[in-house]
């Protein structure tokens, strides 16, 4: 309901309904059995609008027996004295100017602010920086507490704002952005999103950043890129701030002995299943839970398909940096593959990837340019979807640490078809989304850690050699 510029929030509207307010105050009085609210702009505030509020307020919960007001401080007091003479209560008040959100709960009349996450940005470039506040000034969940041009302009405030996310990019004066993250995350563990731009030099050393310890990262926006960036760049901040960082700094990399390729302990100690795809799907954190799977894997593993949240380019320098480290072939997909035993295939940023299979029964990879699903590019569920067409139960469906549900409904038809899966769980999730939704909808058969995940996977296909 609305009078002139006054909203009204009553019973009628749903319990926790979220409300995202511009610049005013939400006004809530607490009758007997309900409360109601209205929000009054600051814009258009006048005079008449106090007795109309209150009218409305009245006319919802009867005789108030107390009020309580969240938002500009102006309007607040204004109110205040307008109920002071009219001898109510006010029983609580907050001062939040600008946009905030709420929610409110019109049975008990509780109000719930969210708290802004607070972003430090940490770039050498006034354009970089600039474009990124401005982004985050339009979300009222993000709140730049602060901006740093070098490393030791930043250390400081890391300490003094305690930022919840922390915006870094690599090309730094002084020190570069790796080297500094490596030099506060040990004391101060802030999740960091590095800012960087696109090209194969930058794509190994984001994963460099990621292995130090960095959650996620952004390419730089440029002013006619800000509609298309923004809201990426938003996400990627928020779903950062639920981030958890392990303690204690950088964890080395694993897979690793002397710069060389590491064969683990269980290589050997199964025959393992090689007619069996393995089908697996991640996003925020997925590079560094698929370095630590991936790693403790032997070196005769069927075919494994992969699709990582990643952009162009990137995915090319992830897969080297696979091939690098593990037992087995790991490469960027190809159009036309063969699906083959000892091999990884990483679907290609920018890109959709199936798996097909040809008349004769044997598998390829297929890459096209369709539109992205679920806003990903290359997704989880367009590559799920086609490995349950191409293999039916026969195949094995992980579903890794990310932001979002893309690939849980594929992992529910995987399951459909009688194919094994796994679903991270919530402690060593980086960021504890797309596996949650797969389990919401009962799509795991199994819910397990990261650490516990290369094992169960071995034992599986072992089993199925057997049999």
Not at 38 to 56: N, P, Q, Y
Not at 153 to 168: F, R
Not at 190 to 219: C, F, H, K, N
Not at 301 to 325: E, G, L
Request: charged share 20%; with cysteine.
């Amino acid at each position: 309901m609305n009078v002139k510029h006054l909203t009204l929030f009553s019973r009628a509207h749903a319990e926790q309904d979220k409300v995202v307010l511009f610049d005013g105050v939400f006004w809530v009085a607490q009758g007997i059995k309900a409360s109601a609210a209205v929000w009054i702009s600051s814009r258009w505030f006048h005079e008449g609008d106090l007795e109309a509020g209150f009218d409305l307020l009245s006319g919802e919960v009867g005789t108030p027996v107390g009020f309580k007001m969240v938002g500009s401080a102006r309007l607040i007091q204004q109110i205040a004295n307008f109920l002071s003479v009219r001898r109510y209560r006010v029983l609580n008040q907050a001062v939040r100017e600008g946009t905030f959100e709420l929610r409110f709960f019109p049975k008990d009349g509780k109000i719930h602010v969210a708290r802004k996450i607070k972003v430090l940005i940490v770039d050498d470039s006034k354009t970089i920086r600039n474009l990124l506040a401005k982004i985050m000034s339009e979300d009222p969940q993000l709140d730049v507490v602060g901006t740093a041009d070098r490393p030791s302009a930043a250390l400081p405030l890391i300490q003094k704002l305690k930022p919840d996310v922390i915006t870094l990019d690599l090309e730094m004066p002084e020190v570069d952005g790796i080297a500094f993250l490596k030099q506060y995350l040990p004391h101060h563990p802030v999740p960091t999103v590095m800012i960087t731009s696109i090209g194969m030099e930058e794509g190994t050393r984001v994963l460099q950043a990621l292995e130090a310890g960095a959650v996620d990262y952004v390419q730089k926006p440029s002013a006619s890129e800000l509609e298309e960036a923004g809201p990426i760049i938003v996400e990627k901040i928020k779903a950062a701030s639920t981030a958890k960082l392990a303690t204690g700094g950088k964890v080395g990399p694993v897979g690793l002995v002397g710069g060389q390729r590491m064969v683990p302990s269980n290589a050997g100690s199964a025959i393992l299943d090689q007619r069996c795809l393995v089908a697996i799907g991640s996003s925020t954190g997925g590079t560094e839970a698929l370095r630590k799977l991936l790693t403790e894997l032997p070196a005769a593993i069927p075919p494994v398909v992969i699709t990582q949240h990643i952009p162009a380019v990137f995915s090319k320098a992830f897969a080297d940096r696979m091939n690098s480290i593990c037992p087995f072939e790991v490469s960027e997909a190809v159009h036309g593959m063969e699906v083959l035993p000892g091999n990884v295939y990483i679907a290609p940023g920018g890109k959709q990837m199936q798996v097909r299979k040809r008349n004769d029964g044997r598998m390829f990879i297929s890459i096209d340019d369709s539109p992205p699903v679920n806003r990903h590019k290359p997704s989880v569920d367009y590559l799920f979807d086609s490995v349950e067409q191409a293999c039916g139960g026969n195949c094995i469906g992980i579903i890794l640490t990310g932001m979002g549900a893309d690939g849980a409904k594929g992992l529910l038809k995987l399951k459909a078809a009688g194919a094994r899966t796994i679903a991270q769980d919530e402690a060593s999730c980086v960021v504890f989304g797309m596996p949650r939704e797969a389990i919401r909808l009962g799509a795991a058969r199994e819910v397990l850690p990261l650490g516990e995940i290369a094992s169960k996977l071995v034992q599986w296909l072992a089993q199925r050699k057997a049999a």
